[in-house]
């Protein structure tokens, strides 16, 4: 089977962000983080309640629900945060056939991309994890490496295609095969290691 498709910067960003969503030292960094944030309410809600001697299960009521608005809104601001750093690091230094136009051959036992005239080997038995989810299929050949696949591109008969060469099954009910394995954090060891 053959396919063409173009990866845009875009496609890119987004595999970065999906990467960084299951990433063991991502997810560790951001909770980390947004903890720190729910100490910093903690400690300004302890001292505002001594300060102007308010009533404290009234004063801790409130500081506990500015945590919890903390917690989820620090998700979205660490989104918007690494969305911008990922941009910077492309423009500043990205592999000049990251993104453009390709295209990709499935063979028996390997596939093959062609950019730009460079071509890419990679076998089916040295693939570490594939994933799709409801925009791409990403192809992982190292941790936080992968062919990026943008389902836009192709038609129905081509995903299947796709999904029989990689021995994936389609999502079910929107369910990301990620989520499910989250604890393994399979981006970061082979498959083999999986327990």
Known sequence: MHINYEVTQDDLIEFYLFHMQYDRRAIRARFLQALLGCFVIAVITFGVIAYFKLDAIKGWIVGILIMIAFFGLYQVFFRIMM?????????????????????????????????????????????????????????????????????????????????????????????????????????????????
């Open 83 to 195: 969305r911008q750093r990922i941009i910077a690091l492309l423009k500043k230094n990205h592999p000049y056939d990251s993104y453009g136009a390709k295209s990709m051959t499935f063979e028996k036992d390997h596939l093959m991309e062609t950019t730009g005239g460079l071509k890419r080997k990679l076998f089916y038995k040295d693939i570490l994890r594939s994933i799709e989810t409801k925009d791409y299929f990403y192809i992982y050949e190292q941790p936080g490496i992968a062919y990026t696949i943008p389902k836009r591109c192709l038609s129905n008969k081509a995903s299947d295609e796709i999904r029989s060469y990689l021995n994936m099954t389609a999502t079910e009910g929107g369910k990301d095969p990620l989520k499910e394995s989250l604890t393994d954090s399979l981006l970061n060891k082979p498959k083999e290691e999986k327990k």
